[in-house]
């Protein structure tokens, strides 16, 4: 050992590494895989070194959800840390959320240590060493991550961190893997024999333009349709393309659709706003622009126009992670739909004549007396306030948006009363919502958090349908809110089960068997009270089942807020 040299831990690079990377936090759930780690964080913690700030959760699905608000909110990933083969399971369906929403973060994960007999530091020393041990750890969530590796050795601790940080942030971005056995982070390191990786020597693959033909073209066709379509999901999750797009719009005369949205793509309340559906422009349009969407609309039922021209600009047009990708597209263009809609926009500028763009503006003119129209129908809807145990989600969601700041942030995952979350609770500024991308119930919790984290000076609310809350894990949500400070509003609309296992069933079996008993698996017992789940965790809670309760209860909820404090409000409404 050369002596002229410090030595460490391998644990304490990587600590390093991780610092290196420009990581704010590690959300973390701990295990024996992690001794290296705790020891080197409680070293730098003495010695007063930078290094991330640790969130400790109770359940996995909370850090990693944890880790996506906090990206959404600052465009930068994350690291999360897991026990094991066990606590990768755990964090599997997060990371299947977030691979669907093309969210970066970082997990990672110890693996069981490789020797039994005391040949090194970190030796199996527990009953769970002999079992924590699969084949292939990594195939836990392999679907779901753009990269995964196993740590060889610490002395490329620095240098793996890196390559994972870079193909995570590089677009489309993603999830990655790193795993760790504990012998490889107690090995011991001269300094001189690590290497630094800096950001500046190592950057990302960002999307980007395309070329000027690509844009011609588009804008060709743009000037010559006569009911031009916009689908799209995820375009706002730039908040400066929600403005341009909105120009585009406006200027081109275009309908814009926002099918299953997971931001604020286009402010709600833009003359172009199509609403959630395509449905009738879908069989009209002559020309449509797909711009970063996954499903922009469900072939079985919504068919679309086989002469429509399509274009399709998407930070993935590949869809690589799809095995069968259905919809069409003419011009496929792979890269920045901010960058390209600026582009198109200022070509149609360049080149549009008076005739466009009159009709143009007629076309906008239509848009938003459909608008208006769709406007009155939601005053229509929510002017019913329901009944005693059953409050219409209508009324208490335009209650909700009533008294929330336009600012406030709100993670939607209600599931059948998603569209009626959308219709009531409409949102003007960029950043204001997320949908849901992937399919594993459960994200709006740990994402809540994340947001709250980021950006502590809004209000953040987590809109989630009964069974969902169950899924989002609320006592690990509850505990980190308490621990850290981050108090977010959680409205449960308790429909009394899976309205939407209810409603797939009547949809593939409208006069089947199921619904002549009335049986559909979906009811769940309708005697909780989760403004008690709240109170456990020092919270504030309220249960609501009468509309007449529902105004006075949301103020308590916001002063609970606003004095540091989560709430739970617990709503029974219309009943699946
Ligand atoms: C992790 C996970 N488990 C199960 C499902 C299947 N699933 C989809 S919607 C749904 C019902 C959700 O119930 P709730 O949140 O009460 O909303 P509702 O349908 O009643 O509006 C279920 C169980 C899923 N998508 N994800
Ligand atoms: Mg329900």
């Given at each position: 050992m050369d002596t002229n040299q410090a030595h460490h831990s391998a644990a304490h690079y990587f600590l390093e590494g991780l610092t290196e990377l420009g990581f704010d936090y590690l959300f973390c759930n701990f295990g024996t895989d992690h001794a290296p780690l705790i020891e080197a964080m409680a070293a730098f913690k003495r010695a007063g070194r930078k290094m991330p700030a640790t969130i400790v959760c109770p359940h996995e699905n909370t850090a990693v959800h944890m880790a996506a608000g906090y990206a959404i909110a600052t465009g930068r990933g994350q690291g999360v840390m897991v026990h094991v083969d066990a606590g990768t399971a755990n964090a599997a369906m997060a990371l299947h959320n977030l691979c669907r929403a093309r969210i970066p973060v970082m997990l990672m994960a110890g693996k069981a240590p490789f020797t039994a007999h005391g040949e090194l530091l970190g030796t199996r020393d527990n009953y769970v060493h002999f079992i924590q041990e699969p084949f292939d750890q990594a195939s836990v969530v392999r679907p779901y991550t753009k990269w995964e590796y196993n740590l060889p050795s610490g002395v490329v601790a620095k240098e793996a961190l890196r390559r994972a940080h870079t193909v995570m942030e590089s677009d489309p971005k993603g999830p990655v893997y790193l795993t760790f056995p504990r012998e490889t982070l107690t090995d011991i390191w001269a300094e001189g024999a690590i290497r630094s990786y800096r950001a500046e020597r190592f950057s990302v693959v960002a999307a980007r333009g395309v070329d000027g033909a690509a844009i011609d073209a588009l804008a060709t066709r743009l000037l010559a349709a006569e009911r031009p379509l916009l689908i799209t999901a995820y375009a706002g999750r730039n908040a400066a393309t929600v403005a341009v797009l909105d120009q585009l719009a406006r200027f081109a005369g275009i309908r814009v659709v926002e099918h299953n949205p997971l931001y604020v793509n286009l402010p709600h309340d833009s003359p172009c706003h199509g609403g959630l559906m395509p449905g009738k422009a879908l069989a009209e349009a002559d020309v449509g622009l797909l711009v970063d969407?996954?499903?922009?609309?469900?072939p079985s039922y919504m068919p679309d126009n086989p002469e429509t021209w399509w274009a399709h600009i998407d930070v993935d047009a590949e869809k690589r992670a799809s095995p069968m990708w259905s919809f069409p597209g003419h011009l496929r263009l792979q890269g920045d739909s901010h960058r390209i809609l600026s582009d198109l926009l200022a070509a149609l500028e360049t080149r549009a004549d008076d005739c466009f763009k009159s009709a143009a503006a007629a076309r906008v003119s239509a848009y938003a007396e459909e608008a208006t129209a769709r406007r009155e129908q939601a005053a229509k809807l929510r002017a019913n306030r329901g009944t005693p145990g059953e409050i219409n989600p209508h009324f208490l969601c335009a209650a909700l948006g009533a008294a929330l700041d336009p600012s406030a942030i709100l993670l939607v995952e209600a599931i059948t009363n998603q569209s009626v979350v959308f219709t009531q609770m409409p949102r003007t500024q960029p950043g204001t919502l997320v949908g849901v991308a992937g399919g594993g119930l459960g994200f709006s919790g740990g994402m809540a958090l994340g947001f709250k984290l980021a950006r502590p000076e809004r209000t953040v609310v987590q809109l989630v349908g009964d069974g969902t809350f169950y899924f989002s894990n609320p006592q690990s949500t509850l505990a980190v809110g308490r621990q850290y400070g981050l108090p977010v509003l959680t409205v449960v609309l308790d429909n009394s089960g899976w309205g939407a296992v209810k409603a797939a069933t009547l949809h593939v079996y409208p006069d089947g068997e199921a619904k002549s008993a009335g049986e559909y698996g979906a009811t769940l017992t309708p005697d909780m009270n989760f403004a008690k789940v709240a109170e456990a965790a020092g919270a504030h809670g309220e249960l609501v089942s009468d509309p007449d309760e529902v105004e006075p209860a949301i103020v308590r909820c916001l002063d609970a807020l606003h004095a540091g404090r989560s709430a739970i409000l617990h709503a029974r409404v219309t009943k699946l």
């Open positions: 969407v996954d499903v922009p609309w469900i």
